[in-house]
């Protein structure tokens, strides 16, 4: 991505509690007798910019899966980990992915064959920078339903609750306050996908006139062929991570994702 746009990066403090991930996959506490665990894979892999809050997303991620029993996580994390995996042969074995903090151009051999394993019935979820992954893909942009252009400052934002019987935002609902680093996107969406959470008015992160009307997208869900794509624009920070209510965000959105 254009080097001028990711200026406000601040650096924060990587909390101890959840950053024990190591490089093995992890195997979930079985879901139960009427439901085995869903296969997730963990993307992590960046071509550009790269996220202090990673090994969080990671072990938080994981640990949603094991303490929900919904799903047990892989990761894929390096160059060749994409190639090897987000293919159709190792995608067989998947039930979704998960772009977490993803930037750039991956390398997915076949972005068309990747895309149409989602449509096939697969689950995807983005968070924070995966709206700046593979730009020059529309087909991809498409897909997640939003392109990343541009953010300020870390600030406390007020974010509205679009959608309070969605069990991924319900309990947020009508309104809630967090801090984090707040995408903007190149075009709003809101046609084209089921908006969950978005903020009214702009907040005072720099971008725009501070407490103007508006309407900025920040989660939302939308079907894909026979697949579902929930996306996030949170997740910059690891405190945002390591925030229960951003854990139940996303449990409801792999729930859903997943296909339970
Ligand atoms: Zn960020």
Not at 61 to 76: A, E, K, N, P, V
Not at 87 to 111: E, H, Q
Not at 182 to 198: E, P
Request: proline fraction near 5%; charged fraction near 20%.
């Amino acid at each position: 991505m254009p080097a001028g746009r990711r200026v406000f990066h601040v650096p924060v403090v990587i909390c101890a509690v959840l950053c024990a991930c190591g490089g093995s996959s992890g195997s979930a506490v079985p879901a139960g007798p009427s439901a085995p665990a869903k296969h997730l894979l963990v993307v992590t892999y960046t071509a550009g910019f790269r996220h202090s809050s990673i090994p969080v997303a990671e072990a938080t991620i994981q640990s949603i899966g094991r303490s929900s029993g919904l799903f047990d996580t892989s990761f894929c994390r390096t160059a060749d980990d994409v190639r090897a995996i987000l293919t159709v042969d190792g995608l067989r074995a998947l039930d979704g992915v998960f772009f977490a903090n993803t930037t750039g151009d991956l390398g997915i051999p076949d972005m068309r064959a990747f895309l149409d394993w989602i449509a096939a019935g697969h689950g995807f979820v983005g968070a924070h920078s995966a709206a700046d992954t593979y730009h020059e893909s529309d087909d991809y942009l498409a897909m997640l339903g939003g392109e990343f252009d541009t953010h300020g400052a870390i600030v406390a934002a007020d974010i509205r609750v679009d959608d309070s019987s969605d069990p991924s935002v319900a309990y947020l609902a009508p309104r809630f306050t967090i801090t984090d680093e707040l995408y903007r996107f190149t075009r709003n969406s809101r046609a084209n996908v089921h908006v969950l959470l978005s903020m009214d008015h702009v907040p005072a992160d720099g971008v725009g006139v501070a407490g103007a009307p508006a309407d900025l997208l920040m989660a939302w869900r939308r079907d894909y062929g026979s697949g579902r794509v929930f996306y996030t624009a949170l997740g910059h920070r690891e405190e945002v991570w390591q925030d229960p209510r951003f854990q139940k965000h996303l449990l409801g959105a792999l729930t859903w994702a997943l296909g339970r």
